[in-house]
C-alpha cells in the first residue's frame, strides 16, 4: 500500500561545512587579480571559485563566471583578472561577441535586472536597467549579433514539464526592450544572423528554428540512419559563422545508443552528417555534452563537427585527476579541433544526505582532451563571503522525464535529494516517459526514494501556458472537469502501483484572477474526488494563486507545492502565499529552476525542491 510521509522541521546552517571545505560556493571579491598555476593543491591563502560557465577565444584568451563573479583570462589560465561589473549581485547570463565586446545579465534579490556591456574585454562597464515587467524567474541565455542587436531569453518559474518565458529583443544596444512571440521552450538560444536563430532543449531535447528574428519557430527534426526511430536528443547548434556550423544528437532507444554530429554550410538549411559513435543506453546530452557512465565525454567544438573524446581519467603532468572520483564534464569549449576548455563537476557530501556541494573546476588542454591542466580561478580567502542556507526539510527535485533506475540509484547514494517527482499523466502533459512503470516504482522506491507523483491535466483560462489545453470558464463544469481528473489520476497511480493512500499534485501553472472562479471550482472537484478515493490532493503552482484559492475553497487541498525561484530553501516567507496558510508541514518549496547538478559521476538536468509536506512511498 502507499504511505504518506510528513518531515518535520529543523534549522542546519551550513557555514561551517562550508568554512571546512577547500571549495567556497558562490565567493565574492573585490576586484583584483588571482593567480592559478594549474597545480591540483591550492595555496592555504586561497580558494577555488565555484565557477559556473567559461568561452575561450583563443589558446589564450577567454572569460569564466560564477554567479557572482566574472574572470578574464590572457595567458592561457595561469593568471586571471576579475572583471565583474560594479555593483553586481548576482549573475545571471553572460555573452562575449569577440575579445572586447561583452554582456552580462545582473540581477538583485528583488528580481530587478541590468544589462552591462563593455567594448574593452571588462576593463570598463556600462549598465542599463531592464524594463522586463516581470520579477520572477530567471534569465537563461544573452547573445547579440552586434552592439545593437541583442536577444535574452526569460523562463518563467513553472515545472518541470514545462520550459515557458518570454523572449524579448533590443535593436539599440539594451536601452529599451520589445517581447517577441511566446517561444515554444525557454532555453539557451543561437542568432547565427539577424534573421536565424535556434532553440533546443526542453524537456525532450527539441530542436526549433526561426527564420524571421525570433518571432516564429518551427520544429526540426535529423535522422540517424543507423537509429530510426530512436528518441533525438538535440544540442544547440554552434556556428563560426552566419553559415558554417554544427550539432550534436544524441539518438537512443532501449538497449542501443549513437551520438551523431551534423554540419551545415548554408546558415542551417539543410544538413549532412558527419560522424556517427556508439554510446552506452545510459549516455546522456547535458549542456551539450555526450556523456557515459565511464566519465567519457564526447564534445564538438566550433570549427568543426569532428567529435572530441575527453577522459576524466586523463593526467596532467604527474597529477592525476583520481581525486575528481564521480566526476563529469558538465560545459566544454573547444576553439578548435584539438584546444578547448572542460568543466568538471564533482557532488560531495560529508556524510549521508547531508554536508552536500557541488565542486565546479575548470581545466585546459591542447590535445583533444587526452590531458587536463587545472586553471580553476583562485581568490584570497579573507574575501570569500560565504551565502548561508537555511535547510529546514529534506531535500527533493523534479525532472521532466523520469531518469533511469541505475541513475537513480548513483544519486541517492550519492546526492543530498531524498524525494523525486514524477509525472503520472495528463492531457498536458510535456514529456515522454520511457522510464516509468510499475516495475521502476518498485526498483526506485527499494533504492530509498519517496516519490512526488504529478498529474499534468488541463490549465487554467488564463493560463501563462497558452498553448496548454483548458479547463471550462463555466465554474459548474469546471468543478466536474476537477472530478473527472482526479479519477483518471487515480486509475494511473494504481496502475503503477501507488494505491490508496496515496496523495497526487495537480500540476496548474501559474494564472491571472480572471481564471479565480473557473479555478476554485475545479480544484475543490478534484479535492473532493481524491479524498472520495481515500486519497491526499495536492496542488503545485504560483504561491499567489494558492493564497487567493486554493486555502479559501470549501475543500482545499491536503498540500500546496509553490514555485518561487527566489533560492531559499525555505518553504515559508513565499510570495503571495502567507506564512499561516497550509503551515502544518503541508508544503513543498521549487527554490530553483532548471539546471543542471552531478552526482557520483551522473549529471541530470532538474528543478531543485525542499519538502515539508507529504509525498508517496509504497511498501512490499
Given at each position: 500500500?502507499?504511505?504518506?510521509?510528513?518531515?518535520?522541521r529543523?534549522?542546519?546552517?551550513?557555514?561551517?561545512?562550508?568554512?571546512?571545505?577547500?571549495?567556497?560556493?558562490?565567493?565574492?571579491?573585490?576586484?583584483?587579480?588571482?593567480?592559478?598555476?594549474?597545480?591540483?593543491?591550492?595555496?592555504?591563502?586561497?580558494?577555488?571559485?565555484?565557477?559556473?560557465?567559461?568561452?575561450?577565444?583563443?589558446?589564450?584568451?577567454?572569460?569564466?563566471?560564477?554567479?557572482?563573479?566574472l574572470?578574464?583570462?590572457?595567458?592561457?589560465?595561469?593568471?586571471?583578472s576579475d572583471?565583474?561589473?560594479?555593483?553586481?549581485?548576482?549573475?545571471?547570463a553572460?555573452?562575449?561577441?569577440?575579445?572586447?565586446?561583452?554582456?552580462?545579465?545582473?540581477?538583485?534579490?528583488?528580481?530587478?535586472?541590468?544589462?552591462?556591456?563593455?567594448?574593452?574585454?571588462?576593463?570598463?562597464?556600462?549598465?542599463?536597467?531592464?524594463?522586463?515587467?516581470?520579477?520572477?524567474?530567471?534569465?537563461?541565455?544573452?547573445?547579440?549579433?552586434?552592439?545593437?542587436?541583442?536577444?535574452?531569453?526569460?523562463?518563467?518559474?513553472?515545472?518541470?514539464?514545462?520550459?515557458?518565458?518570454?523572449?524579448?529583443?533590443t535593436?539599440?544596444?539594451?536601452?529599451?526592450?520589445?517581447?517577441l512571440?511566446?517561444?515554444?521552450?525557454?532555453?539557451?538560444?543561437?542568432?547565427?544572423?539577424?534573421?536565424?536563430?535556434?532553440?533546443?532543449?526542453?524537456?525532450?531535447?527539441?530542436?526549433?528554428?526561426?527564420?524571421?528574428?525570433?518571432?516564429?519557430?518551427?520544429?526540426?527534426?535529423?535522422?540517424?540512419a543507423?537509429?530510426?526511430?530512436?528518441?533525438?536528443?538535440?544540442?544547440?547548434?554552434?556556428?563560426?559563422?552566419?553559415?558554417?556550423?554544427?550539432?550534436?544528437?544524441?539518438?537512443?532507444?532501449?538497449?542501443?545508443?549513437?551520438?551523431?554530429?551534423?554540419?551545415?554550410?548554408?546558415?542551417?538549411?539543410?544538413?549532412?552528417?558527419?560522424?556517427v559513435?556508439?554510446?552506452?543506453?545510459?549516455?546522456?546530452?547535458?549542456?551539450?555534452?555526450?556523456?557515459?557512465?565511464?566519465?567519457?565525454?564526447?564534445?564538438?567544438?566550433?570549427?568543426?563537427?569532428?567529435?572530441?573524446?575527453?577522459?576524466?581519467?586523463?593526467?596532467?603532468?604527474?597529477?592525476?585527476?583520481?581525486?575528481?572520483?564521480?566526476?563529469?564534464?558538465?560545459?566544454?569549449?573547444?576553439?578548435?579541433?584539438?584546444?578547448?576548455?572542460?568543466?568538471?563537476?564533482?557532488?560531495?557530501?560529508?556524510?549521508?544526505?547531508?554536508?552536500?556541494?557541488?565542486?565546479?573546476?575548470?581545466?585546459?588542454?591542447?590535445?583533444?582532451?587526452?590531458?587536463?591542466?587545472?586553471?580553476?580561478?583562485?581568490?584570497?580567502?579573507?574575501?570569500?563571503?560565504?551565502?548561508?542556507?537555511?535547510?529546514?526539510?529534506?531535500?527533493?527535485?523534479?525532472?521532466?522525464?523520469?531518469?533511469?533506475?541505475?541513475?537513480?540509484?548513483?544519486?541517492?547514494?550519492?546526492?543530498?535529494?531524498?524525494?523525486?517527482?514524477?509525472?503520472?499523466?495528463?492531457?498536458?502533459?510535456?514529456?515522454?516517459?520511457?522510464n516509468?512503470?510499475?516495475a521502476?516504482?518498485?526498483?526506485?522506491?527499494?533504492?530509498?526514494?519517496?516519490?512526488?507523483?504529478?498529474?499534468?491535466?488541463?490549465?487554467?483560462?488564463?493560463?501563462?501556458?497558452?498553448?496548454?489545453?483548458?479547463?471550462?470558464?463555466?465554474?459548474?463544469?469546471?468543478?466536474?472537469?476537477?472530478?473527472?481528473?482526479?479519477?483518471?489520476?487515480?486509475?494511473?497511480?494504481?496502475?503503477?502501483?501507488l494505491?490508496?493512500?496515496?496523495?497526487?499534485?495537480?500540476?496548474?501553472?501559474?494564472?491571472?484572477?480572471?481564471?479565480?472562479?473557473?479555478?476554485?471550482?475545479?480544484?475543490?472537484?478534484?479535492?473532493?474526488?481524491?479524498?472520495?478515493?481515500?486519497?491526499?490532493?495536492?496542488?503545485?503552482?504560483?504561491?499567489?494563486?494558492?493564497?487567493?484559492d486554493?486555502?479559501?475553497?470549501?475543500?482545499?487541498?491536503?498540500?500546496?507545492?509553490i514555485?518561487?525561484?527566489?533560492?531559499?530553501?525555505?518553504?515559508?516567507?513565499?510570495?503571495?502565499?502567507?506564512?499561516?496558510?497550509?503551515?502544518?508541514?503541508?508544503?513543498?518549496?521549487?527554490?530553483?529552476?532548471?539546471?543542471?547538478?552531478?552526482?557520483?559521476?551522473?549529471?541530470?538536468?532538474?528543478?531543485?525542491?525542499?519538502?515539508?509536506?507529504?509525498?508517496?512511498?509504497?511498501?512490499?
Amino acid at each position: 500500500m502507499s504511505r504518506l510521509f510528513h518531515y518535520p522541521r529543523l534549522s542546519i546552517s551550513l557555514s561551517a561545512i562550508i568554512a571546512s571545505h577547500f571549495l567556497i560556493v558562490g565567493a565574492v571579491a573585490a576586484p583584483m587579480q588571482t593567480q592559478s598555476t594549474g597545480a591540483i593543491q591550492a595555496n592555504s591563502s586561497m580558494v577555488r571559485v565555484d565557477i559556473d560557465t567559461m568561452q575561450v577565444f583563443n589558446a589564450f584568451d577567454g572569460w569564466s563566471a560564477s554567479r557572482r563573479q566574472l574572470f578574464r583570462t590572457v595567458d592561457g589560465g595561469q593568471t586571471w583578472s576579475d572583471i565583474t561589473p560594479p555593483a553586481a549581485t548576482t549573475i545571471e547570463a553572460t555573452y562575449f561577441l569577440n575579445e572586447h565586446a561583452g554582456w552580462t545579465v545582473l540581477a538583485d534579490a528583488e528580481g530587478h535586472r541590468q544589462l552591462a556591456h563593455t567594448r574593452d574585454g571588462g576593463d570598463n562597464w556600462t549598465s542599463h536597467l531592464i524594463q522586463d515587467g516581470e520579477e520572477s524567474g530567471t534569465v537563461v541565455a544573452v547573445q547579440f549579433v552586434d552592439h545593437s542587436h541583442g536577444w535574452i531569453m526569460l523562463r518563467a518559474p513553472s515545472s518541470s514539464n514545462f520550459s515557458r518565458g518570454t523572449l524579448m529583443a533590443t535593436s539599440d544596444g539594451g536601452l529599451t526592450w520589445q517581447s517577441l512571440s511566446e517561444p515554444p521552450i525557454a532555453e539557451a538560444f543561437h542568432f547565427n544572423s539577424l534573421s536565424s536563430a535556434w532553440l533546443a532543449g526542453g524537456g525532450d531535447g527539441r530542436l526549433y528554428h526561426s527564420t524571421d528574428g525570433g518571432n516564429s519557430w518551427q520544429k526540426t527534426a535529423l535522422q540517424d540512419a543507423d537509429l530510426v526511430g530512436a528518441d533525438a536528443t538535440y544540442h544547440l547548434p554552434q556556428f563560426s559563422n552566419s553559415r558554417d556550423g554544427n550539432v550534436s544528437v544524441l539518438f537512443a532507444s532501449t538497449d542501443v545508443a549513437h551520438v551523431a554530429t551534423f554540419a551545415t554550410h548554408d546558415g542551417g538549411t539543410s544538413w549532412t552528417q558527419q560522424q556517427v559513435r556508439s554510446v552506452p543506453p545510459e549516455s546522456r546530452l547535458v549542456n551539450g555534452i555526450v556523456s557515459d557512465s565511464a566519465g567519457i565525454a564526447y564534445v564538438t567544438g566550433r570549427a568543426s563537427a569532428e567529435l572530441q573524446t575527453v577522459t576524466i581519467g586523463s593526467v596532467s603532468g604527474e597529477k592525476s585527476l583520481t581525486h575528481m572520483a564521480n566526476a563529469a564534464i558538465t560545459r566544454a569549449d573547444f576553439n578548435d579541433q584539438t584546444s578547448g576548455w572542460v568543466l568538471l563537476t564533482q557532488g560531495y557530501c560529508t556524510s549521508f544526505k547531508s554536508g552536500c556541494s557541488q565542486q565546479n573546476r575548470v581545466f585546459s588542454t591542447t590535445d583533444s582532451g587526452k590531458t587536463l591542466t587545472e586553471i580553476t580561478p583562485q581568490v584570497p580567502q579573507s574575501t570569500v563571503k560565504p551565502k548561508l542556507v537555511e535547510v529546514s526539510h529534506s531535500l527533493g527535485f523534479d525532472a521532466c522525464t523520469a531518469p533511469s533506475a541505475s541513475n537513480l540509484r548513483t544519486w541517492f547514494d550519492n546526492s543530498p535529494f531524498r524525494d523525486v517527482n514524477i509525472y503520472i499523466g495528463g492531457s498536458n502533459r510535456g514529456c515522454s516517459q520511457a522510464n516509468l512503470s510499475s516495475a521502476w516504482v518498485d526498483s526506485v522506491i527499494a533504492q530509498g526514494w519517496h516519490l512526488i507523483p504529478t498529474w499534468v491535466g488541463p490549465q487554467a483560462p488564463g493560463s501563462s501556458c497558452h498553448s496548454c489545453g483548458k479547463i471550462s470558464t463555466d465554474p459548474a463544469t469546471a468543478h466536474q472537469q476537477g472530478r473527472d481528473e482526479a479519477l483518471a489520476a487515480h486509475r494511473v497511480a494504481a496502475d503503477l502501483g501507488l494505491h490508496t493512500p496515496t496523495i497526487i499534485y495537480y500540476d496548474m501553472e501559474q494564472y491571472s484572477p480572471v481564471s479565480d472562479s473557473a479555478v476554485r471550482q475545479f480544484i475543490d472537484g478534484w479535492d473532493i474526488r481524491m479524498h472520495e478515493f481515500g486519497d491526499s490532493a495536492g496542488v503545485y503552482g504560483a504561491g499567489g494563486n494558492a493564497g487567493a484559492d486554493y486555502a479559501t475553497i470549501p475543500s482545499p487541498p491536503d498540500a500546496v507545492w509553490i514555485a518561487n525561484w527566489n533560492g531559499s530553501t525555505s518553504v515559508f516567507g513565499l510570495s503571495g502565499l502567507p506564512d499561516s496558510a497550509f503551515s502544518d508541514h503541508q508544503r513543498i518549496h521549487q527554490y530553483r529552476g532548471g539546471h543542471t547538478e552531478t552526482w557520483g559521476g551522473v549529471t541530470l538536468s532538474i528543478d531543485s525542491d525542499s519538502v515539508d509536506g507529504p509525498i508517496a512511498d509504497r511498501s512490499n
